[in-house]
């Protein structure tokens, strides 16, 4: 049994061998915190840990007792997990240790994604009951240990057993105590076309957050946040990660006190939310997901990934191989019509694309982006025989066909605003402010979500489509629903995530079979959140080779290569204007779902060649780069930025694809070599080098190298052959294959 009970100390043990979580109910039946981290044998009593209960206020500002459900007005001031104001308008809550269950499995949340167990003896769950009886509130804390992951989950539910309406306001789904603030707070924070860059600074005293008040998660930060101490690298070292399976409004914080203890938590933004609680009714918080390494953040990611790919993502496309696109919009963008859709993916499926994906711009009478978001029937003047015409031709041709909507937006100029301008977001007697020209729709109206899974289940029910990449373009301004009365409007943010997921939920039930991309200009959604019902996203609206290191770098600290779409685009690249090596291109987009986005009809002879070698090679390790081990090895965070470098290498270990990216070529630099990590030590692996050049770096890797000579000697990754050097230029990408052979014995240049 992974959860425990003493009953003497009245202590909790989760531990599954790879962690250990502990809480405690102190002496007054407050809950205390213990401890989270590397594992604890399973015997044995922990509650001497916490040498006393918390006895409140003592003048001693900041006491430093650790609690599981930290809440306002007892003389702890740190900030809370929960506050609720009371029909007498109070706030302060002392809720007590109750009762607790454990049981097997782990529970879903409702209205609200989460991960999952596919058999009961997966996961265990404890779930503890609280009660503040003074406020007449339930609250109930789940957490589930799944026993071959180091991770937490941790949700909260609050209920009023009342006889009078409270109002949540803060209702956090983690909070973590940790007893010194020796940490470095790491987020990934960025905009539109830079999403995701790594920033590391230190804990001090005070509070420390990042967050949402967009309406989404946002570009400008993810719902993740990681502690790692100072010496911790990517094999090595302590690291704690949070994360939110949320895709609205939120915060994520750490709190140093002035006895440098450190406070995590994590959950939907308390600032502009409340949520009316009437008697009986029960607020779920969205999931947490804590993760906890000892061998540095490559552990630490190993975790996040493979529970969001295997336990959070979900459907038939959850473990398919998932297919190589066309996507058509920096090829057209708005200009098309069908017989040049037909030709670009007649020469998509020439070079071995698997799939045609129409973007932007195929219904209403959307020619550029003032008009039609809402109309979802398609403009007959580009597409005659409508969606299901060119899906058919296109499926003729052996291409699977995949289309682009924005259902949770309304342009002002569509049929749909006209008939409805009351759907809307906006507060009534203001002007509402256009984003993108668009106005986003109110999902937290049930007829607007019903609306939409009609229009949206007709098209998809008619056409014969795969894939849907959903987009979401702009935030929200002026939130306000005519639908709730004065007291709920503070619901707003919550309630518009929660109809998103119903949509998304509707959908991807009643459309098993179709595999749904999320994006929101790029990376603006990519949340846990979502990835619960489109397994894959559109990382970023930047396709420049280089910013896609960084992009990709950044996202995968915890979301796993097979929710990263990444495609391969013309030159000069049109975010940047870089001119990048088609290779190099490739060999990033190799590290993603690759696609591609250009129009292959405008490429040269001898680039279509190389286009159809590199899915060829993509195709032959699908499964190795999409879901194979990560292993990230140099990073563009670090240092000068001038290099990159990552593997993946499969479960068993016997193949493995190494990236070497060199933003500038620097003459006279010597040569370096790079040292992989997690390979069989004892296998003997063929190395090939792509693309193939005669150069010094192949020659010198190229053939059977030991796994232990790859990870302690390296791979060369840059010889001091000046005529190799002058050949190179910039923004140059090397793959190394790595093939164990049958035979470990066989060592050497054979
Ligand atoms: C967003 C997406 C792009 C593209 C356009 C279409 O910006 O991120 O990939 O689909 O919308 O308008």
Redo the contacts with the bound molecule.
């Keep these: 049994m992974p959860i425990t009970f003493d009953a003497d100390s009245r202590t909790f043990h989760l531990h599954n061998g790879q962690v250990s979580y502990l809480m405690r109910v102190l002496e007054n039946g407050t809950l205390g915190h213990l401890y989270f981290g590397g594992s604890l044998a399973a015997t044995g009593s922990y509650g001497r840990l916490s040498g006393r209960e918390f006895l409140g206020f003592s003048n001693r500002l900041g006491e430093p007792v650790a609690l599981e459900c930290p809440t306002p007005g007892i003389g702890d001031y740190r900030v809370p997990a929960l506050v609720v104001e009371q029909p007498d308008g109070s706030t302060m809550l002392d809720p007590r240790f109750t009762s607790h269950r454990v049981f097997a499995g782990k529970p879903a949340i409702p209205g609200l994604p989460s991960t999952y167990v596919q058999s009961y003896d997966e996961a265990e769950t404890l779930e503890i009951l609280l009660v503040d009886t003074p406020a007449n509130l339930e609250i109930r804390l789940f957490f589930t240990l799944y026993d071959d992951r180091p991770v937490i989950t941790r949700s909260a539910r609050v209920r009023n057993v009342g006889p009078a309406p409270a109002i949540v306001e803060c209702a956090m789904s983690a909070t973590l105590d940790l007893p010194d603030s020796d940490w470095e707070f790491v987020h990934l924070s960025g905009a539109w076309a830079r999403e995701c860059e790594v920033r590391t600074r230190r804990l001090e005293a005070g509070s420390q957050s990042i967050g949402s008040l967009r309406g989404a998660s946002g570009h400008q930060h993810n719902p993740f946040l990681l502690l790692k101490r100072g010496s911790t690298t990517e094999e090595s070292g302590e690291a704690f990660g949070l994360g939110l399976v949320y895709s609205g409004n939120f915060l994520a914080e750490a709190e140093v006190d002035s006895f440098d203890t450190t406070r995590l938590r994590i959950g939907i933004n308390p600032e502009g939310f409340s949520w009316a609680l009437e008697p009986g009714a029960e607020f779920c918080t969205p999931e947490a997901i804590l993760v906890y390494s000892e061998a540095g953040l490559g552990a630490l990611s190993d975790a996040f990934h493979g529970l969001y790919r295997d336990r959070l993502a979900r459907g038939v496309w959850r473990d398919a191989p998932r297919p190589i696109v066309l ?1 058509n ?1 920096e090829a057209t963008y708005f200009e098309f019509d069908e017989p040049r859709l037909l030709e670009l993916a007649a020469a998509a499926q020439k070079l071995g694309i698997e799939m045609f994906v129409l ?3 195929w219904f209403g009478r959307r020619d550029s ?1 003032v008009s039609s978001l809402g109309d979802w029937t398609a403009n007959l003047d580009k597409l005659p025989g409508g969606v299901e015409g060119v899906a058919r031709q296109i499926e003729a041709m052996g291409l699977r066909f995949g289309l ?1 909507i ?1 259902p949770e937006m309304v342009s002002q100029r569509s049929q749909l605003y006209a008939d409805h301008a009351d759907w809307a977001v906006g507060v009534p007697a203001r002007p509402r402010t256009e984003g993108r020209n668009q106005l986003v729709l109110d999902m937290t109206r049930p007829e607007v979500v019903d609306h939409l899974f009609d229009v949206l289940s007709d098209l998809l029910g008619r056409a014969p489509i795969s894939y849907v ?1 959903w ?1 979401m ?1 702009r935030n929200i301004t002026e939130p306000f629903s005519a639908s709730l009365p004065a007291d709920r409007q503070r619901e707003f943010f919550h309630r518009y995530i929660l109809g998103t997921y119903e949509l998304y939920e509707r959908l991807t039930r009643a459309f098993p079979q179709v595999l749904f991309e999320s ?4 990376g603006g959604r990519f949340d846990p959140g979502l990835l619960a019902f489109a397994p894959q996203a ?1 990382a970023s ?1 930047d396709t420049d080779a280089i910013e896609r290191l960084k992009i990709q770098w950044g996202t995968s600290l915890c979301y796993p290569v097979s929710s990263m779409a990444a495609h391969v685009s013309a030159v000069p690249n049109h975010q940047t204007g870089r001119i990048t090596p088609l290779s190099t291109r490739a060999a990033v987009a190799f590290f993603g779902v690759l696609g591609y986005e250009l129009d292959p009809i405008a490429l040269s002879d001898e680039e279509r060649e190389a286009v159809s070698s590199q899915i060829d090679y993509y195709k032959a390790r699908r499964e190795l780069f999409q879901r194979g081990r990560l292993v990230r090895l140099r990073s563009p965070f670090a240092g000068d930025g001038n290099e990159t470098a990552w593997m993946t290498v499969s479960a068993d270990l016997r193949r493995g694809v190494v990236g070497h990216y060199r933003v500038l070529n620097r003459p006279n630099r010597g040569p370096s070599r790079l040292r992989l990590r997690g390979l069989d030590p004892n296998a003997s692996y063929r190395v090939s080098v792509w693309p193939a050049a005669e150069d010094a770096v192949s020659a010198a890797n190229t053939g059977l190298r030991g796994g232990d000579e790859l990870m302690r000697v390296g791979l060369l990754v840059a010889s001091d052959d000046p005529i190799d050097s002058r050949r190179l230029g910039d923004f140059t990408a090397r793959l190394f294959d790595l093939e164990a052979e049958k035979d470990p014995n066989v060592r050497g240049d054979a």
């Design positions: 996507n919009w973007d932007d711009g982006d682009w924005e990449k987009d373009n994006c929101a200009g790029g559109w609206d």
